[in-house]
């Protein structure tokens, strides 16, 4: 039978559930089975826009019945019940995806992990604990990135969330030398000055955050989260005129559209033009 015909028998098998029972493809060699999950994946790529719909989901229980060790596409699976609710079924695949990478010596599927219980699951401890497995791998990469962050930056944050400041501090400082040491200018990493300003702020050393704050701003200023933060120091050690001012600039970049924005998750310290009202309110009574 051609892999064509088998192609084709596979989904009308699939459509009315008889995989739970049989799996069609036991009969081909290990390079024809390869093919067809090459070729599965290629259709459920084709159907990314309806990732979450059966069709999908067929495509790729098809591609893993043909050859369920694509790692790969056991982690792009887990993104179809990630983005319809099903964190269970999600969690459960990409955590098997982990799994089969951490069996090779790989941590991809882990660095995407690390990075969804930090953003998506706001499970901190989790995040905490992915990364230090991923920099404990990756000795020869401490600025290793997760799904496009450096996990140092990740684990930073993750530890401010939890109140636990000193350690966010020595963590993102850390970040802070790895970029001296390669040629970067710490300051182009402005989430990880903010993240330090803010630290400092919680430890109540209010003079220590305005110098991360004030050094950043002197070489980005339209950081309108910094400068809302900044106000509010100002403000509670009633200085007016630099409050006004950085709550006004606050609103004003907020009203032109700048602002932290990720179409795939909310930073944590993203601001809202009322949360700048209300300090400006607070400002105008306490003058």
């Known amino acids: ?13 699939f459509s009315v559930g008889c995989f739970a029972q049989n799996n069609p493809f036991e009969h081909l060699s290990l390079e024809e089975r390869k093919q067809l999950a090459d070729k599965y994946n290629k259709l459920a790529a084709l159907d990314n826009y309806y990732q979450t719909s059966e069709m999908h989901r ?12 694509r790692k790969d596409i056991v982690q792009t699976y887990s993104y179809s019940y990630k983005k319809a609710g099903e964190h269970i079924k999600a969690m459960k695949l990409l955590n098997k995806a982990v799994e089969m990478d951490l069996k090779q010596g790989k941590t991809a599927a882990l660095e995407y992990k690390a990075w969804s219980m930090l953003y998506f699951y706001r499970d901190y401890e989790a995040a905490i604990k992915d990364v230090d497995l991923i920099l404990e791998m990756k000795k020869s990469q401490p ?18 969330q939890l109140k636990r400041y000193d350690e966010a501090i020595e963590t993102l400082e850390k970040l802070l030398e790895l ?8 300051l182009d990493n402005f989430l990880v000055y903010f993240y330090i300003a803010r630290s400092y702020s919680e430890l109540n050393n209010l003079e220590k955050a305005i110098e991360y704050y004030e050094n950043q701003l002197a070489v980005y200023d339209n950081f309108t989260e910094m400068h809302y933060q900044l106000g509010k120091i100002y403000l509670d050690k009633n200085n007016f005129e630099k409050a006004s001012y950085h709550l006004n600039k606050a609103k004003e970049l907020i009203g032109k559209g700048t ?18 009202d209300l300090e400006l309110e607070r400002l105008k009574q306490k003058r």
């Not at 039978?1 to 098998?13: Q, R, T």
């Not at 600025?143 to 401010?160: M, P, R, S, T, V």
């Not at 990720?262 to 310290?269: G, T």
């Open 58 to 69: 067929i495509y790729k229980d098809s591609a893993l019945m043909a050859n369920p060790e």
């Open 143 to 160: 600025l290793i990135a997760c799904h496009g962050e450096i996990c140092l930056l990740l684990k930073g944050q993750a530890l401010f």
């Open 1 to 13: 039978m051609s892999l064509k015909k088998i192609y084709i028998l596979a989904i009308g098998l």
């Open 259 to 276: 602002k932290m924005f990720e179409p795939y998750i909310e930073r944590f310290d993203e601001v809202y033009v009322e949360e700048i």
């Open 179 to 186: 970029d001296k040491k390669r040629g970067f200018d710490p």
